[in-house]
């Protein structure tokens, strides 16, 4: 079945750690994104990628790095200059031609800071 | 700047019942819009897409949605309320091609029996 897959589901990491959230499509989609949802507040946007080795920086980028060494893959790393990390971590994909301009969205992972 | 506003923080629906869930936006160019559907701890469902043609579009469990232009709104309908409808319900506008999403602040439904 395709379809986008993130671990772990639950993440717990003590202040001052970095940790890395993983994001894996198999729907050859050329872009994908990641999302942070906090309660009240949607989904604000961290980073994007359109393509392999080339990203950009979303809203809320500060305190987050990702990489886009292959297609199918796209982790996002909180690092301890995030400030309040804990959160809902969302990943999606889509494609980027043709009719088909929908984010599909993965099941998420929720980070908490102790 | 982009925007969208779903006003309605929470919305609690008897069982049977009809729905409108409101969402407005905010954009320069011609939009794309969406209503996504998100259970407690899960991700997020697309419910139906609205890219031109038919202002009146289709979705998935029994949802629809009009897109009016005048009113730059894109409400969300459903006739008859079921118990799994409960849920929080995002909508969100983009544009053709590769897209950032703008999300509103989303809608929790209630149905009561």
Same mark, same amino acid.
């Given at each position: 079945?395709?379809?986008?897959?993130?671990?772990? &589901?639950?993440l717990?990491? &003590?202040?001052?750690?970095?940790?890395?959230? *993983?994001?894996e499509?198999?729907?050859?989609?050329?872009?994908?994104?990641?999302?942070?949802?906090?309660?009240g507040?949607?989904?604000?946007?961290?980073?994007?990628?359109?393509?392999?080795?080339?990203?950009? &920086?979303?809203?809320?980028?500060?305190?987050y790095?990702?990489?886009?060494?292959k297609?199918? *893959?796209?982790?996002?790393?909180?690092?301890?200059?995030? &400030?309040?990390?804990?959160?809902?971590?969302?990943?999606?994909?889509?494609?980027?031609?043709?009719?088909?301009?929908?984010?599909?969205?993965?099941?998420?992972?929720?980070l908490?800071?102790? | 700047?982009?925007?969208?506003?779903?006003?309605?923080?929470?919305?609690?629906?008897?069982?049977?019942a009809?729905?409108?869930?409101?969402?407005n936006?905010s954009?320069?160019?011609?939009?794309y819009?969406?209503?996504?559907v998100?259970?407690?701890?899960?991700?997020?469902?697309?419910?139906?897409?609205?890219?031109?043609?038919?202002?009146?579009?289709?979705?998935?469990?029994?949802?629809?949605?009009?897109?009016?232009?005048?009113?730059?709104?894109?409400?969300?309908?459903?006739?008859?309320?079921?118990?799994?409808?409960?849920?929080?319900?995002?909508?969100?506008?983009?544009?053709?091609?590769?897209?950032?999403?703008?999300?509103?602040?989303?809608?929790r439904?209630?149905?009561s029996?």
């Amino acid at each position: 079945d395709g379809g986008i897959t993130q671990s772990p &589901k639950y993440l717990f990491r &003590k202040e001052g750690q970095n940790v890395t959230l *993983s994001c894996e499509q198999n729907l050859n989609h050329d872009a994908m994104y990641w999302y942070r949802q906090d309660p009240g507040q949607g989904l604000r946007l961290i980073y994007y990628s359109q393509i392999v080795n080339d990203f950009q &920086k979303g809203d809320i980028a500060e305190g987050y790095s990702v990489s886009r060494e292959k297609k199918e *893959s796209f982790p996002l790393t909180v690092t301890s200059a995030q &400030k309040n990390p804990t959160a809902f971590y969302l990943c999606a994909s889509s494609s980027t031609s043709g009719s088909t301009d929908t984010q599909y969205f993965g099941p998420g992972t929720r980070l908490t800071v102790l | 700047a982009q925007s969208v506003t779903q006003p309605d923080i929470h919305i609690t629906v008897s069982e049977g019942a009809s729905l409108e869930l409101r969402c407005n936006y905010s954009y320069g160019a011609t939009p794309y819009l969406f209503w996504y559907v998100q259970s407690p701890g899960q991700g997020l469902q697309l419910l139906l897409k609205y890219f031109s043609g038919d202002t009146l579009v289709q979705g998935i469990k029994g949802f629809e949605a009009e897109f009016k232009r005048s009113q730059s709104s894109f409400n969300l309908r459903k006739p008859s309320v079921h118990w799994s409808d409960a849920a929080e319900y995002f909508c969100a506008v983009g544009a053709r091609g590769f897209q950032k999403l703008v999300f509103g602040t989303g809608t929790r439904l209630l149905v009561s029996p």
